[in-house]
């Protein structure tokens, strides 16, 4: 699936790290959610999944977006 045909939940494009490169939330046609972030090696993911790390703040404004 290409970002373009995500929504976009979080940050606006205008910060410091660029349009494509910062923590994002996005969501799917179907209505699941797609995480953007730094990746994470707390614990090893089964094969198939991948572990990111976003900060709070980033989720907070996914929810907020989502009206939840």
Same mark, same amino acid.
């Given at each position: ?10 940050? @606006?494009? @205008? ?7 910062? #923590? @994002? ?19 090893? #993911? ?8 976003? #900060?709070?703040?980033?989720? &907070?404004?996914?929810? &907020?977006?989502?009206?939840?």
């Amino acid at each position: 699936m290409a970002r373009e045909e995500l929504t976009r939940l979080t940050g @606006n494009g @205008n910060g410091t790290c660029g349009e494509d490169d910062c #923590p @994002n939330v996005y969501r799917t046609a179907s209505g699941s959610i797609v995480v953007q972030g730094d990746v994470s090696d707390a614990f090893s #993911p089964p094969q198939g999944e991948g572990l990111v790390e976003i #900060p709070e703040r980033v989720l &907070r404004e996914a929810v &907020r977006a989502l009206g939840w």
